[in-house]
């Protein structure tokens, strides 16, 4: 399933994120970029998802479930993360 992930910071340090899915539009004012991953691992309808920022920075990541049933976030800035 590819996620299109496009970030804006409000003044008030809320980032506003409109997810693109297959299953339709998402717009998220959540504090954290973390919690945007936590609530992408609790969406049941996918093994494996795509998550790109608009200009390929920070936001490029492939998600893997893995046999303990925790899923793993690959980023050219991050190395295997566990969220």
Known sequence: MRIL????????NF???????PFGSYRLAI????????????????????????????LDFTFYRMNTGNYYARTKALNMTSI
């Open 31 to 58: 504090k954290s970029f973390k919690r945007l991953l936590i609530m992408l691992r609790d969406c049941q309808r996918r093994t494996k998802g795509y998550v790109r920022k608009k200009k390929n920075k920070l």
């Open 5 to 12: 992930v496009y970030e804006r910071v409000t003044p008030s």
């Open 15 to 21: 980032i506003h994120y409109v997810l693109l899915t």
